[in-house]
């Protein structure tokens, strides 16, 4: 039997071993650069150790804070300009502390209070309940723009709400029609992206999330439709039942149900916007 020289067979089993792993290298090469484009597409937005911190500090039960909700631990997300996922945390101990479904809609909400804000007018996602209903001024938005569920349940759920969380890097989609979904605005009243926050009542998700933005400094707001000029996209509970109708009508058309008494109160001195 004919053998090839030593050198001669090295190379051929290093010529072998290449011809084989090149997409390999390439998925590693391009995970590398999804990785700098991620960082590169948030930059400017709050890392996962600051949106951590400040829901921890928002939700504040053990400070004795109240929230007017359950007191549940809470979910947050980040999404920039362009609706790509740049942050996503939670208060818990491990992710099995809040309410797992809570994840995707932390996102959903982050993206649409970023999708249908502008730089001169901030919709909270608890500013459209009333306009998305039928007959209201932005009837059937909550269907469009879904969620991408390729980018929702995409990696290892081990690592859902971590620095590296699977989601983060993609564009989530999807629209939220109750609280929990602010606008970011930097200096200057630039918008430059939107904050998710679910786990509890969307009245007490409202609540948590005004508080984290306020603690990151990004509430440099314009004008909104709440009617408060201190708290443009504040929520609004102006739904009255009216004879004839099976729920109730917002009176200015951007309201939200009322979950407690004691979350209407919170709502209502809430920080006020940074000038």
Same mark, same amino acid.
């Given at each position: 039997m004919h053998r090839l020289p030593r050198s001669l067979a090295t190379l051929a089993v290093a010529a072998t071993l290449f011809a084989f792993t090149p997409a390999v290298w390439g998925q590693t090469d391009d995970a590398d650069n999804n990785g700098r484009d991620s960082r590169e597409a948030c930059k400017g937005l709050p890392t996962h150790f600051e949106l951590r911190n400040a829901l921890i500090a928002?939700?504040?039960?053990?400070?004795?804070? *109240?929230?007017?909700? $359950?007191?549940?631990?809470? @979910?947050?997300?980040i999404v920039n300009r362009d609706g790509v996922v740049c942050v996503v945390a939670y208060?818990?101990? *491990?992710?099995?502390?809040q309410w797992?479904?809570? #994840?995707?809609?932390?996102?959903?909400?982050?993206?649409t209070a970023n999708a249908f804000s502008l730089n001169a007018l901030a919709l909270s996602t608890a500013n459209?309940?009333?306009a998305v209903q039928p007959g209201g001024s932005? +009837?059937?938005?909550?269907?469009?723009?879904?969620?991408d569920p390729e980018v929702a349940y995409r990696g290892n759920p081990k690592l859902n709400g971590e620095g590296g969380d699977?989601? !983060?890097?993609? #564009?989530?989609?999807? !629209?939220?029609?109750?609280?929990?979904? $602010?606008? $970011?605005?930097?200096?200057?009243?630039?918008?430059?992206?939107?904050?998710?926050?679910?786990g509890d009542t969307s009245c007490a998700d409202h609540i948590i999330a005004w508080r984290v933005r306020n603690t990151l400094q990004l509430d440099y707001l314009p004008a909104g439709v709440s009617g408060d000029t201190a708290r443009p996209d504040n929520i609004v509970h102006d739904? !009255? *039942?009216?004879?004839?109708?099976?729920?109730? !009508?917002? +009176?200015?058309? @951007?309201?939200?149900?009322?979950?407690?008494a004691a979350a209407t109160g919170i709502a209502a001195a809430l920080p006020v916007r940074r000038q």
């Open positions: 928002a939700r504040g039960l053990n400070s004795g804070q *109240t929230n007017g909700g $359950l007191g549940n631990h809470m @979910w947050g997300a208060t818990g101990l *491990t992710r099995s502390d797992p479904g809570s #994840r995707v809609i932390a996102a959903q909400k982050a993206n459209l309940y009333s932005l +009837a059937g938005l909550q269907h469009s723009n879904p969620v699977p989601m !983060v890097g993609g #564009r989530i989609g999807g !629209v939220n029609i109750f609280g929990g979904g $602010l606008g $970011l605005y930097s200096f200057g009243r630039n918008l430059i992206g939107g904050l998710g926050v679910s739904i !009255v *039942t009216e004879p004839g109708h099976s729920t109730g !009508v917002s +009176a200015s058309g @951007w309201g939200h149900p009322a979950c407690s």
